[in-house]
């Protein structure tokens, strides 16, 4: 085959070519990733979206003028001869290492200005130059490989949950205005003045009118969009999530009916760009009940990699030599233990250090003892007592070598602290397990809660899960006793997604949402459209949505989750690249029937 019987442009990708097509004649296109001159004959490393191939132009070569003059990421289209390698010049790390192509004619498509950031590399760059050419930041190897990545969760997502009986539907994007939740994100009418369309922060009302509306199992991998800050694991503005519904179903039904779509996904892309695939959590995924949770681990997200495990010891300083223990205590707070095994080598500052990192985090102090051969040390140690920490180390199943650290204030604060301790003590000491995911379950939530300082009565969760014990718990229990059936799917210590058992009876609603202080007349008007619908006949229902950016997130190893997003926002909520938001025309204003007031300075 000649050059003239080629594409216009490639007969090859940039991955393609090996020692079995030595001696070929073929076309290649793609930006110019790296140039190296040595002595006279000119190297180039051709990328395309498949990946590298090396070209050559030796001295003397009429095209070896025209690459030399051309700037990296410029893009060409090459013809030539498919040559071997020699020996020391092969590169095992790359699939094309065994060739190269020598150059017999070169056509520039597309000439590239000086660049603003590197491509080749992985350099770190300002995330605002990041994000305004993030055209040039996505060719980067890392950053292409996320979203080759996140294309190939979701599409084995989709496949997975149909395999389980589900079916995918749309549901609007231009809907109402919610008041639970976070902000929404308002469109205005201009067919209708003065009213406003909001983006859906997620499908819920859709899901469970899906299945009021008989189908039995849906699917759809939605946009959802809130007007809220960005944080490491949540972009601004919009994410999406694999959202789910079941009709028929008790909570076990749902995850058993996930865990295998989750546990499948995690598997298959487990050894994404790594040497060795990470291990998965193996059979059913723990349940672990709320309060068990925020006692064991300080949160209701736990890192189960992490084998530290808080206890309380509340009783143990109710009479204690320790006085500011003992006083917490005799308040009505508690005291928390974390454990720091084997830390007798470790010097009196590792310890000294972690509670003034507890100061900087705006907390009161992180008590602590040392123990080095069963001596005991510190001052909680020596006002609390020999016999009263030999009693409590002895409680705990503490060694003669293991330290031991202490949160002490009310309940919710301290869980918190202890939480954050147990994180940072389990990297510090090099204890969490590395190279695993590990899923749980966090069940059991409260359906209710009280306000710190008011004490009025408000939804813990979600307003629409169904109370265990149905109406009967509403009307005879203390609402701060009640549970919902709500759940939680964490990995690693990040929260996937929420989900329930829905409430699909009209008298249970009204009823709860009695508690939390709405009458029946403000539960009509806020979701018309789904109390009016229970009215006629609804299932049992409940389902979750594990979020697609943070699974993404986890499978690349990533700390941030805009390192998986095509297009993020910056922290502001900025696009910097396309410059939205933007003003817009006064016709425009005129035509949706609206003024802008501009906030006062």
């Known amino acids: 085959m000649t050059s003239t019987d080629f594409h216009v442009y490639r007969s090859h990708n940039c991955r393609e070519l090996s020692a079995s097509n030595v001696g070929q004649t073929v076309r290649l296109s793609g930006w110019i990733h790296?140039?190296?001159?040595?002595?006279?004959?000119?190297?180039i490393d051709l990328?395309?979206?498949?990946?590298?191939?090396?070209?050559?132009?030796?001295?003397?070569?009429?095209?070896?003028?025209?690459?030399?003059?051309?700037?990296?990421?410029s893009v060409v289209t090459v013809d030539g001869e498919v040559v071997a390698r020699e020996g020391s010049t092969v590169n095992p790390n790359l699939p094309t290492g065994e060739i190269e192509v020598r150059v017999r004619g070169v056509t520039v498509q597309s000439e590239a200005a000086e660049l603003p950031l590197p491509v080749a590399g992985e350099a770190e760059y300002p995330e605002d130059i990041r994000l305004r050419y993030r055209f040039l930041d996505l060719r980067r190897e890392r950053l292409h490989r996320n979203i080759l990545l996140r294309s190939n969760v979701v599409a084995s997502l989709r496949r997975r949950m149909q395999d389980q009986g589900f079916t995918e539907y749309q549901t609007p994007i231009l809907t109402a205005s919610s008041p639970e939740g976070a902000r929404d994100f308002l469109v205005p009418s201009r067919l209708h003045p003065g009213k406003f369309y909001a983006l859906p922060q997620a499908p819920q009302m859709f899901k469970q009118?899906?299945?009021?509306?008989?189908?039995?199992?849906?699917?759809?991998?939605?946009?959802?969009?809130?007007?809220?800050d960005a944080r490491a694991d949540r972009s601004p503005g919009e994410f999406y999530q694999l959202d789910f519904e079941m009709s028929f179903v008790t909570q076990e039904d749902v995850f058993q009916a996930i865990e295998p779509v989750l546990a499948g996904v995690f598997r298959e892309f487990a050894g994404w760009?790594?040497?060795?695939?990470?291990?998965?959590?193996?059979?059913?995924?723990?349940?672990?009940?709320?309060?068990?949770?925020?006692?064991?681990?300080?949160?209701?997200?736990?890192?189960?990699?992490?084998?530290?495990?808080?206890?309380?010891?509340?009783?143990?300083?109710?009479?204690?030599?320790?006085?500011?223990?003992?006083?917490?205590?005799?308040?009505?707070?508690?005291?928390?233990?974390?454990?720091?095994?084997?830390?007798?080598?470790?010097?009196?500052?590792f310890f000294d250090d972690m509670n003034e990192w507890a100061r900087s985090e705006g907390h009161a102090g992180l008590g602590y003892v040392t123990r080095k051969g069963g001596e005991f040390g510190g001052p909680i140690a020596k006002n609390h007592g020999e016999a009263g920490m030999q009693a409590l180390y002895e409680a705990l199943g503490l060694g003669p070598d293991d330290g031991c650290f202490f949160a002490?204030?009310?309940?919710?604060?301290?869980?918190?602290?202890?939480?954050?301790?147990?994180?940072?003590?389990?990297d510090q000491l090099g204890l969490v397990e590395q190279g695993a995911y590990r899923f749980c379950w966090i069940v059991d939530f409260p359906m209710f809660e009280a306000d710190e300082e008011t004490g009025k009565i408000d939804f813990s969760h979600n307003p629409f899960s169904m109370p265990q014990g149905e109406l009967e718990a509403l009307e005879t229990k203390d609402p701060l006793d009640?549970?919902?059936?709500?759940?939680?799917?964490?990995?690693?210590?990040?929260?996937?997604?929420?989900?329930a058992i829905r409430n699909h009876k009209p008298e249970i609603m009204y009823k709860a949402f009695e508690i939390a202080g709405y009458t029946q007349e403000q539960v009509d008007s806020s979701f018309p459209g789904m109390i009016n619908a229970f009215k006629y006949g609804a299932p049992p229902h409940g389902g979750s949505a594990p979020g697609v950016d943070r699974i993404v997130m986890?499978?690349?190893?990533?700390?941030?989750?805009?390192?998986?997003?095509?297009?993020?926002?910056?922290?502001?909520?900025?696009?910097?690249?396309?410059?939205a938001p933007s003003q817009v025309s006064d016709r425009q204003l005129r035509e949706l029937h609206i003024k802008v007031a501009q906030p006062a300075r």
């Open 482 to 499: 009640i549970l919902a059936w709500q759940y939680d799917i964490v990995c690693n210590g990040v929260e996937l997604s929420s989900g």
């Open 273 to 349: 760009g790594r040497e060795t695939p990470w291990a998965i959590t193996e059979g059913a995924f723990p349940r672990i009940p709320y309060r068990e949770s925020m006692l064991k681990y300080g949160n209701d997200k736990p890192d189960l990699r992490n084998p530290l495990l808080i206890r309380d010891v509340t009783d143990h300083f109710r009479q204690s030599g320790f006085g500011l223990f003992e006083k917490i205590v005799g308040s009505g707070g508690v005291v928390r233990a974390i454990p720091a095994p084997n830390t007798a080598d470790k010097s009196r500052k």
């Open 209 to 228: 009118l899906l299945m009021v509306a008989g189908f039995d199992r849906y699917f759809q991998i939605a946009p959802c969009f809130r007007d809220e």
């Open 408 to 426: 002490a204030g009310k309940e919710l604060p301290a869980a918190r602290l202890a939480g954050f301790a147990r994180t940072r003590v389990g």
């Open 554 to 579: 986890l499978l690349a190893d990533e700390p941030n989750i805009r390192e998986v997003t095509l297009f993020p926002l910056n922290q502001k909520a900025e696009d910097l690249m396309m410059n």
């Open 47 to 73: 990328r395309d979206h498949h990946g590298l191939t090396q070209l050559v132009a030796a001295a003397g070569s009429p095209h070896l003028e025209t690459l030399d003059g051309l700037r990296v990421e």
């Open 34 to 43: 790296r140039k190296r001159d040595h002595g006279g004959v000119l190297f």
